[in-house]
């Protein structure tokens, strides 16, 4: 494919350049889905004999359904063309992946995607992330179609970006948009390889490819009720117990219904609940957000939530701090409570900032801040580059990052040099 190179002004958001031609058709146009195990065997053997890396994308229901599966998967491989799969309809692809053993998978920020293809069987060997790629190449705007604008001139519209994927059947110009976001990755990645090689970062990239390739998920934090947005708003053991047993009760239903949650009840009717304490339907009924036909359906139900929680012993009230983290407390303390700490942090984050100017690399990606934060609140006993190394080590920081920063950190941990 030949394409035009988009001018590159940082001031400037690359998809809104007039020089940017728009992308509005998927070169061998829009495929039909596949949804059954012939044509996904006819899939199979058609990447199995192309040839070069394969883009890869996935669309969830984020926002409409309750998990984060995928529910259409676009692929592209030279010499086999653009492919779109239902993994509802053929939830197995193991044996697609099987057919890509060895190549290269080009993704747009894979941590997004890895996990819901793994469940439908596609894990790759290898990885490309054209988003970490423009973080270290010092991109001021990473999203796929800024990218797409910059490095091939091409405007890729994403105003289906958002819309609920497990719709069946999907619309052709939705099938379309999901088409056009890997016609032109595997272009993206040959041109980001030149320029990440030109500018001395193709091992860097190589690890964080693999750090993201190989992460492994988080676990789920403990109290997860306590995430509801404006809790910060709920005073008192009473209330918290309020917001814990519709928090659950929204999950359960969330979860059997296969609606996200915030659909189900939003949290601002969790907090006003909270808030309200409310002794029967009626008197729920009074608050705005519990009037409208979705949350008033169920009113029963979430009566019936806050009056559990109201009849708890106090022996079963939450408290009112959540458990313990073993992160360090929030830096606009240290200086209270710590000085030596928060003169480290200072001198840390100094340096950090010149390594990000001086390699136009944002300052998170130099280092994980919260590995940052760990380190100058706990720092080795003997800050010596071996000992700062082997921290960084410890704390999950790549070879790269390693060689770019112990040193500077080293002398940031010092006594002399934090005061």
Avoid at 219 to 224: K, S
Avoid at 364 to 390: F, G, H, K, M, Y
Wanted: net charge negative; glycine share 6%.
């Amino acid at each position: 494919m030949t394409c035009v190179v988009a001018h590159n002004d940082p001031t400037v958001d690359p998809a809104d350049d007039p020089a940017v031609v728009p992308l509005l058709e998927p070169h061998d146009g829009v495929p039909p889905v596949v949804t059954d195990a012939t044509a996904l065997a006819t899939t199979v053997a058609a990447f199995a004999a192309g040839h070069g890396p394969v883009a890869v994308d996935a669309e969830r229901a984020s926002g409409y359904r309750y998990g984060q599966r995928a529910y259409l998967v676009q692929m592209r491989r030279a010499g086999a063309g653009t492919v779109l799969i239902d993994p509802v309809a053929v939830p197995d692809l193991s044996s697609l992946s099987a057919a890509l053993c060895g190549t290269e998978w080009v993704l747009h920020a894979a941590s997004q995607d890895l996990a819901c293809l793994a469940e439908v069987g596609l894990v790759p060997d290898q990885v490309f992330d054209t988003e970490l790629a423009a973080r270290l190449l010092g991109y001021s705007r990473v999203g796929l179609a800024a990218v797409v604008a910059r490095v091939l001139g091409l405007g890729l519209a994403k105003e289906h970006s958002a819309v609920d994927w497990s719709t069946r059947p999907l619309p052709t110009d939705w099938l379309r948009y999901a088409a056009l976001d890997v016609e032109v990755l595997i272009d993206v990645r040959d041109t980001m390889a030149d320029e990440l090689e030109a500018a001395g970062k193709a091992q860097w990239a190589a690890e964080e490819f693999e750090a993201v390739r190989t992460a492994v998920p988080a676990p789920p934090r403990p109290d997860q009720w306590r995430r509801v947005s404006g809790l910060h708003d709920v005073s008192g053991r009473r209330n918290l117990a309020v917001v814990r047993e519709l928090w659950t009760v929204r999950d359960a239903q969330g979860q059997s219904r296969d609606i996200a949650p915030g659909r189900v009840l939003p949290d601002r009717a969790i907090i006003a609940a909270a808030q309200a304490l409310p002794r029967s339907t009626a008197e729920l009924r009074t608050l705005p957000v519990f009037s409208g036909r979705r949350t008033s359906r169920r009113v029963g139900l979430w009566q019936a939530a806050i009056d559990r929680a109201l009849a708890l012993p106090v022996d079963q009230l939450p408290p009112v701090h959540g458990p313990k983290s073993d992160a360090p407390p929030p830096v606009r303390g240290w200086r209270d409570r710590d000085p030596a700490a928060a003169a480290r942090i200072t001198a840390a984050r100094s340096a950090l900032a010149a390594l990000s100017t001086a390699h136009q690399v944002p300052v998170e990606n130099i280092l994980a801040p919260d590995l940052v934060r760990r380190l100058c609140w706990s720092p080795p006993t003997l800050a010596t580059p071996a000992a700062v190394a082997e921290a960084l080590a410890a704390g999950g920081a790549r070879p790269w990052q390693i060689a770019l920063t112990t040193d500077l950190l080293a002398a940031a941990l010092t006594p002399s040099s934090s005061g």
